[in-house]
Nanobody, 120 residues
Framework: QVQLVESGGGLVQPGGSLRLSCAVS????????MGWYRQAPGKQRELVAT????????????YADSVKGRFTISRDNAKNTVLYLTMNNLKLEDTSVYYC?????????WGQGTQVTVSS
């Protein structure tokens, strides 16, 4: 089992920044990819960004078009126990619950989500 706990959400004005964190624990060996998704009220959950887990500490990244150039996904290379999402130039439409996920074997594990509200 893999446990994921998000934090760092909150209320921010348009143009502001936030950094979300996802603490990973449990049976983390074998996780090959992690990511952030978001879900706004009345909408389907959508991909925000993903990163593959490589032994060298890097990993390829992928972003939704709507966040490219504004959001950055990264991880704690030392222990691979923390995933980050740095969000800059936030827009009203970024308001959502943000979920962290991890893929291992044939299972995707999810956190409980953290609310991000962009409002003036």
């Amino acid at each position: 089992q893999v446990q994921l706990v998000e934090s760092g959400g909150g209320l921010v004005q348009p143009g502001g920044s936030l950094r979300l964190s996802c603490a990973v624990s449990g049976s983390i060996f074998g996780i090959y990819a992690m990511g952030w998704y978001r879900q706004a009220p009345g909408k389907q959950r959508e991909l925000v960004a993903t990163i593959t887990m490589t032994s060298g500490g890097g990993g390829s990244t992928n972003y939704a078009d709507s966040v490219k150039g504004r959001f950055t996904i990264s991880r704690d290379n030392a222990k691979n126990t923390v995933l980050y999402l740095t969000m800059n130039n936030l827009k009203l439409e970024d308001t959502s619950v943000y979920y962290c996920c991890a893929s291992k074997d044939r299972t995707t594990y999810w956190g409980q989500g953290t609310q991000v509200t962009v409002s003036s």
